[in-house]
């Protein structure tokens, strides 16, 4: 299994990067939103996790700017309906963490508003990704993506704060549900912690 790739990048091209690794330019599929984030990196090195999909036909190499972001493609193309192509356009609409979210709150129309994805498909997401969305990697410091996100957003901090407590990604959302919008991290624990121990 080819785990991830790191090379000079030669051409980002509607679904596709090419990355060149000891002479030979890999073909490299990926979403919208990570060949945005390395479309200004022309000509400089690049590392991508990736993912090796095969097929009768074809093999494809999938990239992905972190290890969350892989682990929920694999999951998608798990889900039966899903193909790659179809998790590639799931992943190009949201972040990796706003579809979490959407999965932990039930959110069928977030799946919805993704061209591609009827209301069927979108329902059967979400039921077959709710057990799974807690099981996360933890973002890490070294890869790209929305790597501070969960720092910068309170909302996300508090919601990280309650899962290391032992809540469950599902409690700690109910936990969290009417907290007042924009509250710091401190009002917001307080918020949900209250809420659980009535």
């Known amino acids: 299994m080819i785990a991830s790739i790191r090379g000079h990048l030669l051409l980002v091209d509607g679904e ?4 060149e690794v000891g002479g030979l330019g890999v073909e490299v599929l990926a979403s919208g939103r990570t060949l945005a984030a390395v479309s200004g990196r022309l000509g400089q090195e690049v590392s991508l996790q990736t ?3 095969v097929r009768e036909d074809a093999l494809q190499l999938f990239g992905f700017r972190s290890v969350r972001e892989r682990t929920f493609f694999l999951w998608l193309v798990a889900v039966s309906g899903v193909g790659p192509k179809v998790a590639l356009a799931v992943l190009s609409g949201y972040p990796v963490e706003e579809l979490e979210l959407a999965v932990a709150r039930d959110d069928v129309k977030k799946f919805e508003s ?7 498909l979108a329902q059967r997401l979400v039921v077959e990704l709710e057990d ?3 099981e996360l990697p933890p973002v890490g410091a070294g ?14 901090a508090a919601r990280s704060a309650l899962q290391n407590l ?3 990604l599902r409690e700690a959302e109910v936990a ?8 710091p991290l401190e009002d917001l624990l307080k918020f949900a912690l209250s809420r659980k121990e009535a």
């Not at 969290?176 to 509250?183: D, I, Q």
């Open 16 to 19: 596709r990067a090419v990355i």
């Open 176 to 183: 969290l549900r009417g907290a007042p919008e924009g509250a």
């Open 166 to 168: 032992g809540l469950s």
């Open 132 to 134: 799974k969305v807690g």
């Open 114 to 120: 993704i061209p591609g994805i009827g209301k069927k």
């Open 51 to 53: 993912h090796l999909h």
């Open 143 to 156: 890869e790209g993506g929305a790597g501070g996100a969960a720092a910068a957003d309170p909302f996300m």
